[in-house]
């Protein structure tokens, strides 16, 4: 008789109901012939005796974390861990194609399948309330199912994801979520998979919108939001003080009251940018300040015009802060940046057994006679270790928690919570979403997604593993200070690198050049459409000699690289960027308060829209233009944020090579 549950419980799965390293030392001590006797009794109870005399029982339905062992030890120990790894290869060498063994199929179960009352039998009548509350705002999740090659299904839901190793058997379901949340999220989870059930989504990979009703406040909460951008646009950047940025501020924290992530965040930042140039920070860019206007109007738009997607377009699926149980991340580099007067490291993280990449974020003020380079920072304190190790290493953490934007916080709390080790092979383990190997899937993926103006603001979005079988064509373009390959996927697809000069990272380009050159397995980078095509941004770069970190390797920019032919001028995005850079220093100086020189602009701009043969641009812009220079400014907002929006989406998708 065997116990078909433990059968199921590959090696990650045992590290994470216990912990690696117990998993590891009893793996050791089967292998030196010190294993347990192992016996089964009539109704599933394992019983073994070691050989130092210890006796450990695992009763019906129970894991290696809620035996008895002799030992003493509380909880999970390596007698019982080593008891479900005996009883494993015994039921391996009596029936090859036992659960667990190379050759099982993985077995036609769904989640979807449990029933809401064996579900409050293993979550509890709490944890199901608290999920029902959050099946009524509506979520999005993204489904696995069972596969030959990743043979768990998963869920992954806004805030965690959850893993059912055991077909039937919910209470050996994982997800990183802390204990107080990990009914709720299991309970999520089985509703997803019956949604998709349901509606006869069977494909290994399903993306869906599960529950959700109308919302009390929904689009109608932004209001507020709204006539502060309005106001904000009116009068101008350089005539708001300090007291509208309070105002700002305090519109986020209620919006983030309301749960209407993706609006604060956006509300928050354009309080970032008016607080920056008041300041004089080099963070202010105009471009940008005009975008978070037009998303606000953008957002409330997609959520009025299509109710189901109002809680993806609005960020209400989401919690603020999710604290995640003992999770270990695996590294994708760092990216420098920041200005004059600071400097901001962004170091990558994808958990082992999600879906999604995190962002941790540190910002240092600089001193005088501070560099402050990528090189210089690699030695910087962070975590208990040094920024250079943390960019490419495994962190094991107890105290880490995961906010609506994907960024993750890590206490240092006590000694031990934290762990940083190298990254070793774990790079090779991470499987996709995260992992690209298909070029081709991957762009198809990106054409389906929405405009970037009303998709989820996860800061890291696009940054992704890509598998690569080759590259080609490594080149510099002197006049753009960029470097230039050519990458190939495993199917013989191509996608193109492109690698901007970093001034906080003189070593960079030099340090990408060499990697490239080299035995190229995979590549961290931000993965874009461009061209209609693919386009990496590498952040890290694996090869046969190990990680590279571009940002925080040495070196002076002095490798000498071949030179990339001068790519054709793009007279149409030309004219799409110079039409959104006049709005933007519309939106900078105050609708109230432009000058001939601006409108003059804005004329000149519109003509050169019609040049290129964007004629409903070029309309949107004199629309713009006659409302500023008619008395009364009551529909001056309309207009121009009827342009920001069409001249920002079409040149995202001209961009993108998508366009018609």
Request: glycine letters at 10%; charged letters at 20%; hydrophobic letters at 40%.
């Amino acid at each position: 008789m065997s116990r078909t549950d433990l059968l199921a419980l590959d090696l990650d799965t045992l590290a994470a109901l216990t912990n690696r390293g117990l998993v590891k030392r009893a793996a050791r001590e089967l292998d030196a012939g010190q294993g347990p006797t192992v016996s089964v009794g009539a109704d599933g109870t394992l019983h073994a005796r070691f050989p130092d005399g210890t006796e450990t029982v695992l009763p019906p339905g129970t894991g290696p974390a809620d035996g008895g062992c002799g030992c003493g030890a509380a909880g999970a120990c390596r007698h019982l861990v080593g008891l479900v790894l005996a009883h494993q290869r015994e039921a391996i060498t009596s029936s090859p194609a036992a659960p667990g063994s190379p050759d099982a199929t993985p077995p036609d179960w769904s989640p979807g399948a449990t029933d809401d009352q064996a579900l409050a039998v293993a979550v509890g009548q709490r944890s199901l309330a608290t999920a029902r509350r959050s099946f009524d705002r509506g979520y999005p999740v993204r489904l696995y199912r069972a596969t030959p090659a990743e043979p768990v299904p998963r869920a992954e839901l806004p805030t965690c994801t959850v893993r059912f190793p055991v077909p039937g058997e919910l209470g050996y379901a994982l997800t990183e979520a802390s204990a107080d949340r990990r009914g709720e999220a299991v309970a999520l989870a089985v509703w997803a998979f019956r949604a998709a059930d349901e509606r006869g989504l069977t494909g290994s990979y399903v993306e869906l919108d599960v529950g959700g009703r109308p919302s009390p406040t929904g689009a109608a909460g932004l209001g507020p939001a709204l006539d502060l951008a309005d106001e904000l646009l009116l009068e101008g950047v350089v005539n708001t003080g300090p007291v509208f940025v309070g105002a700002l501020r305090r519109c986020a924290e209620d919006l983030v009251a309301e749960g209407l992530h993706w609006p604060a965040g956006a509300v928050a930042e354009l309080a970032g940018q008016v607080d920056d140039h008041a300041g004089r920070s080099a963070r202010y860019r105009p471009e940008r300040h005009a975008l978070l206007l037009a998303e606000l109007h953008a957002r409330h738009r997609a959520a009025q015009s299509d109710t189901t997607a109002a809680a993806r377009v609005l960020g209400s699926h989401e919690s603020g802060e999710t604290p995640l149980r003992r999770v270990r991340l695996v590294a994708l580099g760092c990216r420098i940046g920041g200005t004059e007067r600071e400097r901001v490291a962004e170091v990558f993280f994808a958990p082992a057994d999600a879906g999604t990449v995190l962002v941790l974020g540190r910002r240092w003020e600089l001193t005088d006679g501070q560099q402050g380079d990528g090189p210089e920072l690699t030695r910087r304190r962070l975590l208990g270790s040094t920024l250079g190790a943390l960019a490419s290493a495994n962190l094991v953490s107890e105290n880490a928690t995961r906010t609506a934007s994907r960024a993750v916080t890590v206490a240092r709390g006590r000694v031990g919570a934290n762990s940083v080790t190298p990254v070793g092979t774990s790079w090779t383990g991470l499987a996709e979403p995260v992992l690209i190997r298909d070029f081709a899937a991957h762009a198809a993926r990106l054409d389906r997604l929405p405009p970037r103006l009303i998709r989820p603001r996860v800061e890291a979005e696009d940054v992704h593993l890509v598998e690569v079988a080759g590259v080609e064509d490594i080149g510099y373009d002197p006049a753009e200070q960029t470097l230039h390959a050519t990458v190939l996927d495993p199917n013989g697809a191509r996608a193109t690198v492109l690698a901007a000069h970093n001034p906080f990272a003189p070593g960079a380009l030099d340090a990408l050049a060499r990697a490239l050159r080299g035995e190229v397995h995979r590549i961290a980078a931000v993965v874009r459409r461009s061209g209609g095509g693919l386009l990496l941004d590498p952040i890290a770069v694996l090869t046969a000699d190990g990680v590279t970190v571009p940002d925080l390797s040495p070196g002076s920019g002095s490798t000498a690289l071949g030179v990339v032919p001068e790519r054709p001028a793009d007279p149409i995005l030309d004219a799409l960027t110079a039409g959104l850079a006049t709005l933007a220093a519309l939106a900078h100086q105050g609708l109230r308060h432009l000058d001939r020189s601006l409108l003059d602009g804005l004329a000149d701009t519109a003509t050169r829209l019609d040049r290129v043969g964007l004629r409903d641009g070029a309309g949107l812009l004199r629309a713009v233009l006659t409302t500023c220079q008619e008395p009364g400014p009551a529909a001056t907002p309309a207009a121009w944020t009827e342009a920001q929006l069409y001249l920002a989406i079409a040149a995202e998708l001209h961009a993108e090579g998508t366009s018609d």
